[in-house]
């Protein structure tokens, strides 16, 4: 084994491990690789940034501001709301839902289909009386599942595209991927769809209460004893006696710096804070009873005239999405109050216990925050701190404008399907043409691009370019055709497929696509067998993370209101995976013969 080998073997399991570890985030975990791959001598320093500039890249950022674009021309919502008011029962409302997640989520961001379907699927779970983790993570899985149809639907397609092209110098075209990803993602679809759902824990099946939106153990907020309070010189049993749901306790923060946690005894005093955890009607009793929420402050208007008016206050829950600015953050550092002008009332937070003041609780992705603000621009203030609102939105749609934007987009399609241009360039021209057209802004499209992502992709594309150039790839691929033997491509391609996938599991999928990709195409030319098998099955098993909710973002945004707990998703994700393999080795060799 060469020098430059074992470096690039270290190297790309430190990588494997610090993604799988989780600590630090991707980018920089992807930046940390390609620093080290430079001074290591496996990439050139004159090709360290030219990922910034390579086609899967710039790709994958203009379907991000497209797919942001598309979303505000709220046709979306229009199709949902249509399909609320049509479809009545269980199943039939999530078949539709999920039906469209997935169409949605070939042309666009899966994350972005998901965020437009969620309040609506809230909606219908709290209009039809069932509990909404029983159509969320059905939801997440189908929009995830359509990913597999097109090159633009997920970030590894594309990456595998472009690998492609530098392996046999012609690329996947937009729709080589629907061969494949069409049946495994409609198979996938039917099953969580009439099957998936009934695995999960009996808890998800009980349904909330008529006010509460969606399932969640309870929220972290705290409530004042005021000076007038009839709770003065109560115990705690004594105050929350009779009351269903019982709101739990956790401190007492009595004056600056003490804090009671023996409560049993302890009788309130005017001035108490109470740390509580609690569903919303748990709260809203303690408020009954004459104590108020300390973060429900008078909100100062912008000119300093005075309070807002309490007519024109209202609350929103939203959830808090992977790579949102805010994360990390807390309401203190952020400067909710005064640099936003809005309220934190409360914080949740799916399977954990949060401890401490609420102003230092910091957020983290697939926390449910309760805000309170401003009637009128509430729901800008959640979109700029980079969350998504659990409720229905009303978008004034005008329908010559909506479409301005799905027509571009179908033309941008057109000239990638046609080859007349790529897909790079037909997407960032059609992106060109929405600004134009006053569409969307360039401050909007600068927004909507997760430029975690675009940051990823482009620092490990020359890591995974060093993989090949070392012969590691090579090496790789060729000592797993040692060890299988005599065994058929079948097997290898299983091998391949079912590798990818649990790597997708615990590690961003993009980053699974790059690893993977060099690694199947030598495991092909080992045994002498196409390439374009195994490239497949790195693309489906890249997006195919179902067992655990920090595979995929869509399964960490869904984990607050749905409730659930880390190891909820493995009862659904590990049949639908296991179906996909079954299927995938059927099918991939029919659509891509070895």
Not at 176 to 192: K, Q, R, S, T, Y
Not at 357 to 379: E, P
Request: hydrophobic fraction near 55%; charge should be neutral.
């Amino acid at each position: 084994m060469a020098p430059d080998q074992v470096a690039t073997l270290t190297l790309l399991t430190a990588v494997v491990a610090l993604f799988i570890w989780g600590r630090w985030r991707v980018d920089i975990v992807a930046l940390a690789a390609l620093v080290a791959a430079v001074l290591l001598g496996l990439v050139p320093a004159a090709e360290a940034f030219s990922g910034f500039g390579h086609p899967a890249v710039i790709t994958v950022a203009a379907v991000l501001a497209i797919s942001s674009a598309l979303a505000r021309s709220g046709l979306v919502d229009l199709m949902a709301a249509r399909i609320e008011r049509v479809v009545h029962g269980r199943i039939v409302q999530l078949g539709a839902l999920s039906a469209l997640g997935g169409t949605m989520s070939g042309f666009m961001n899966n994350v972005g289909a998901l965020a437009l379907l969620m309040p609506v699927a809230l909606s219908m779970a709290r209009r039809t009386g069932y509990a909404p983790a029983l159509v969320l993570m059905p939801l997440s899985f189908a929009t995830i599942l359509g990913g597999l149809v097109t090159l633009i639907g997920t970030p590894p397609n594309v990456l595998i595209a472009d690998y492609r092209r530098e392996v046999t110098g012609t690329s996947f075209a937009l729709f080589d991927f629907a061969w494949v990803g069409f049946p495994l993602a409609c198979a996938g679809i039917v099953f969580v769809v009439a099957v998936g759902w009934r695995l999960l824990p009996a808890s998800a099946s009980a349904a909330p209460g008529s006010d509460s939106p969606f399932d969640i153990e309870g929220y972290l907020t705290e409530v004042l004893v005021p000076e007038d309070a009839k709770a003065i010189g109560l115990t705690l049993d004594e105050l929350i006696e009779g009351q269903e749901p019982a709101p739990h306790v956790d401190a007492i923060v009595r004056g600056r710096t003490r804090v009671i946690r023996r409560l049993r005894h302890a009788r309130l005093q005017a001035g108490d804070v109470l740390l509580v955890h609690g569903e919303t009607e748990a709260i809203e009793g303690l408020v009954a009873q004459g104590l108020t929420l300390v973060a429900a402050k008078q909100l100062e208007n912008e000119d300093s005239a005075g309070p807002i008016d309490r007519a024109a206050l209202t609350t929103i829950e939203a959830v808090v999405p992977p790579r949102s600015w805010i994360e990390g953050r807390s309401a203190l550092t952020t400067q909710l109050r005064s640099r936003y002008g809005i309220n934190l009332l409360a914080v949740a937070r799916a399977g954990e216990r949060i401890a401490g003041r609420l102003r230092d609780v910091r957020f983290r992705a697939g926390d449910v925050v309760l805000l309170q603000g401003s009637r009128d621009q509430l729901s800008d203030t959640v979109r700029a701190l980079g969350c998504l609102p659990l409720a229905e939105r009303k978008l004034a749609l005008e329908p010559q404008r909506a479409f301005v934007p799905l027509v571009l987009f179908g033309a941008a399609i057109l000239a990638t399907v046609s080859g007349v241009l790529p897909a790079a360039i037909a997407l960032t021209g059609g992106l060109v043409a929405m600004v134009l057209a006053r569409v969307i802004t360039m401050r909007e499209v600068y927004e909507a691009v997760d430029w975690q992502v675009v940051v990823l992709l482009a620092a490990m594309i020359p890591v995974g370019a060093a993989i090949v150039t070392t012969g590691t790839a090579g090496l790789i691929g060729g000592g797993i055709a040692a060890l299988a033997g005599d065994a058929s491509a079948h097997l290898l391609l299983a091998l391949v497929l079912i590798v990818t996938m649990t790597l997708s599991d615990i590690m961003n999928n993009a980053a699974t696509a790059v690893v993977m990709a060099p690694i199947s195409v030598a495991l092909a030319q080992s045994v002498q067998v196409s390439p374009d098998p195994m490239l497949m099955a790195v693309a489906v098993g890249a997006s195919s993370a179902f067992l655990t909710p920090i595979g995929h973002q869509n399964n960490l945004l869904v984990m607050g209101p749905g409730g659930y707990r880390f190891g909820d998703y493995w009862r659904m994700g590990l049949p639908l995976e296991v179906l996909l393999v079954g299927l995938g080795v059927w099918l991939i060799p029919i659509a891509w013969p070895f």
